[in-house]
C-alpha cells in the first residue's frame, strides 16, 4: 500500500512538472517570436477566417452525422437481440453491446450539437452592418441543411433511449426530468456516471479552466488580439460551476 501511494506521488509530481514546463515552453515561444517580429501583425482575420472555421465543421459533421446513425443502428440491433435472447450469458453480452453502443452514440451525438451549433453561428454579423446589406446571420444552403439534418438526428436519437431506456426524454428536458432520467440507470451505471461526472467536473474546474486563463493571459500579452471576451466567458463558467455547489451543501449539509 505504502509504494502505490509512493508511485501515485511520483506521478501527480511528474503530471504537475510537465504542465510548468509545458506552460513555461509556451510562455517562451511566445516571447522569442514576439522579440523576433513574427508576432506583431497577427489577428485572427489572418490565421483564421470565418469560411475556413465554417468548412472545419462541416468537414467534421460529415464524418460525425453517420457515425451517431452507425451507432444508433447498432444500438437498436443488439437491443432486439437482447429483448429476444433466453440465454443468461448471450443475453448479457447483448446487454452490454446495448448500452456500450447508445453512450457512444450519446458522446458523439453531444460532441455533434456543439459542432453544429459553431458552424452555424460562427458566421454571426455584427447587427450594425444591416445597413450595409447583410443579415445578423448569413447562412448557406449547407447550414440549413445542417441544421435540418440535426433535427432529424436528435428525433432518431431520442427515440432509440426511450426504446432502450423506457423513458421519455424530451427534447429539452427541465432539471427533475433529467434527475428522474438519471435515476432509470441501474446502479452499477449510476455509480460509474456519478464517479465520471465528478472527475469531469474537478478537471474543468481545477485544471481546464485555470490553464486557459494562463493560456489567454500569455495569448493577451505578447499577441495584439484581444483576449478580454475569452476571459469574460471563463469567469463566468468558472463561477456558475463553483455556485452549482451551493444548492447540494443547503440540502444535504442542512
Known amino acids: 500500500m505504502k509504494e502505490q501511494k509512493r508511485i501515485s506521488k511520483q506521478k501527480r509530481v511528474l503530471y504537475n512538472v510537465l504542465i510548468l514546463l509545458a506552460g513555461a515552453l509556451i510562455g517562451g515561444l511566445s516571447v522569442l517570436f514576439s522579440e523576433i517580429g513574427l508576432l506583431k501583425n497577427i489577428s485572427w482575420s489572418t490565421i483564421f477566417t470565418v469560411q475556413l472555421l465554417r468548412q472545419l465543421g462541416r468537414a467534421s459533421l460529415i464524418i460525425l452525422y453517420p457515425l451517431v446513425f452507425f451507432l444508433i443502428y447498432r444500438t437498436r440491433k443488439y437491443n432486439e437481440a437482447y429483448e429476444k435472447e433466453a440465454d443468461e450469458d448471450k443475453n448479457y453480452e447483448w ?77 429539452f428536458p427541465t432539471t427533475e426530468e433529467i434527475k428522474e432520467f438519471v435515476l432509470s440507470y441501474d446502479e452499477s451505471e449510476l455509480q460509474a456516471n456519478y464517479e465520471q461526472c465528478y472527475l469531469i467536473l474537478f478537471n474543468v474546474n481545477q485544471r481546464l479552466l485555470p490553464i486557459l486563463y494562463i493560456v489567454l493571459g500569455i495569448v493577451g500579452t505578447f499577441t495584439p488580439l484581444n483576449v478580454v471576451s475569452g476571459f469574460v466567458v471563463l469567469v463566468v463558467i468558472h463561477i456558475y460551476i463553483n455556485l452549482m455547489y451551493y444548492p447540494m451543501v443547503r440540502k444535504y449539509f442542512k
Not at 427515440?159 to 424530451?170: E, F
Open 95 to 171: 446487454y452490454r453491446l446495448t448500452f456500450k453502443n447508445l453512450e457512444y452514440a450519446g458522446i458523439v451525438f453531444n460532441i455533434s450539437s456543439a459542432i453544429v451549433l459553431f458552424t452555424i453561428l460562427v458566421g454571426v454579423v455584427f447587427i450594425g452592418n444591416i445597413t450595409n446589406h447583410k443579415s445578423p446571420l448569413q447562412w448557406s444552403f449547407i447550414d440549413y441543411a445542417i441544421a435540418f439534418l440535426y433535427i432529424i438526428l436528435q428525433v432518431v436519437f431520442l427515440k432509440t433511449v426511450q426504446k432502450v431506456r423506457h423513458y421519455k426524454l424530451s427534447a
